[in-house]
């Protein structure tokens, strides 16, 4: 079954307003990874953690590395149209890599 | 520069026929996956290899067998197709330094 709890599910926001959603996980990860997916095409790597308690930043994107290795969260900030997508957290364990179901993202201008 | 490339995009099986997806890479990559994505349950892992001769079993390998003889290369294979493997399939690769993993566009399969 599903290792990696994501949510929500889907989030419908107003151009602008900041994002934010999570992934838990009863198995500790070496490595929390945060994709984005458009539509008809593969997910794509927006931000990595390697440590336990990391906060990295991309642009509009930070994300955090939970302190107990079971948790992280991904925030956007001041979102625009093209920030629509599928959002997917991964965890990272040893050689296999592990998916959550998925955020999905639309943006009303 | 072409990354992971998987053929074909597209395809439609009767129940019971067999098929063989291919994942190529040209990163010199030593990890390759191989995940399946369902509506509302996200990537889900089937098999997975961490090197040429390698393969191991994910989270849903049932129905499904893959091979590595060539590194850049890993293939997977249905051998009696069913209705509940209808989804879209993606490859993805990984260095062994590196953390990202690059995807394929996906291969859309069908099963009627």
């Known amino acids: 079954g599903q290792q990696l709890n994501q949510s929500p599910q889907s989030m419908f926001i107003q151009e602008g307003e900041d994002v934010s959603m999570n992934c838990t996980s009863s198995s500790i990860f070496n490595t929390w990874l945060w994709y984005k997916q458009d539509p008809g095409e593969g997910p794509v790597l927006l931000i990595a953690l390697y440590k336990a308690g990391e906060l990295t930043s991309n642009g509009r994107l930070t994300a955090q590395f939970g302190i107990t290795r079971k948790d992280s969260f991904l925030n956007i900030s001041a979102s625009i149209p093209s920030d629509v997508g599928i959002y997917f957290c991964?965890?990272?364990?040893?050689?296999?890599?592990?998916f959550g179901a998925g955020t999905r993202l639309t943006v009303k201008p | 520069n072409a990354g992971v490339t998987q053929t074909p995009k597209f395809r439609v099986l009767k129940t019971g026929q067999s098929m063989t997806l291919l994942c190529a890479q040209d990163?010199?990559?030593?990890?390759m996956y191989w995940y399946r994505q369902d509506p509302g349950m996200g990537l889900r892992l089937i098999h997975y290899s961490v090197g040429e001769g390698t393969t191991a079993k994910g989270e849903v390998p049932d129905g499904y067998n893959v091979s590595r003889l060539k590194k850049q290369n890993f293939l997977l294979g249905l051998e009696s197709a069913a209705p509940s493997q209808t989804s879209v399939y993606f490859c993805?690769?990984?260095?062994?330094?590196?953390?990202?993993?690059?995807f394929g566009q996906g291969t859309r399969l069908t099963v009627v």
């Open positions: 993805a690769s990984r260095g062994t330094g590196g953390t990202e993993a690059f």
């Open positions: 990163m010199n990559h030593e990890y």
């Open positions: 991964a965890g990272q364990r040893n050689n296999d890599m592990r």
